[in-house]
């Protein structure tokens, strides 16, 4: 069997590490998202309806610093959301000469959904793998990466009925 040479050199590839399990979650949350979500968005565009659902009309600017992204990445996000109808440009009301992202009535309307869907949906099974994680990084990314491959995302949402997303905090679900 060939080892796990990512896993292996610990700290010295964290990065790749890091970048691996995020694309694992990515790809797990997307198939969440078709199975209870009932949407076809693509799983990076959530971020950045949950920041405008938040904060109302953001500048390009704004959305890429709420969301710890390159402009140009928000852009290209931005410009298939505006195709998709969820989000539209406005003029600032403070500066005429820029624009800021908004919800359409259409992305609201999505919004109001994925909260009641998808979003709790996913902090539950984030929360269920990550559940008893303790001890170095290093051993935690172990168990996260296992759980992830032993029981994927769409697993573990199945508590019913899901959270309310307005009470739901950094640390996941309240326990019951």
Do not use: F
Not at 60 to 80: F, H, N, W
Not at 116 to 135: H, R, S, Y
């Amino acid at each position: 069997m060939t080892e796990d040479v990512v896993r292996a050199l610990g700290y010295a590839t964290l990065g790749s590490r890091l970048k691996r399990i995020g694309e694992k979650l990515q790809a797990q949350t997307q198939d969440l998202a078709a199975e209870v979500g009932g949407s076809g968005l693509p799983v990076p565009h959530n971020p950045v309806l949950a920041a405008l659902d938040r904060d109302g009309p953001l500048s390009i600017g704004e959305l890429a610093k709420a969301l710890g992204q390159s402009q140009p990445g928000v852009t290209r996000m931005i410009k298939q959301m505006k195709a998709d109808g969820l989000v539209e440009a406005r003029p600032s009301p403070g500066d005429r000469r820029v624009s800021t992202i908004a919800l359409t009535e259409a992305g609201e309307r999505l919004v109001a959904h994925l909260k009641t869907t998808l979003w709790p949906a996913t902090v539950v099974a984030v929360a269920d793998i990550c559940e008893g994680l303790e001890g170095d990084l290093l051993d935690q990314l172990d168990r996260l990466e296992d759980a992830l491959s032993e029981r994927p995302l769409s697993t573990r949402h199945t508590r019913q009925p899901l959270p309310d997303w307005g009470n739901l905090t950094r640390g996941g679900p309240p326990r019951t």
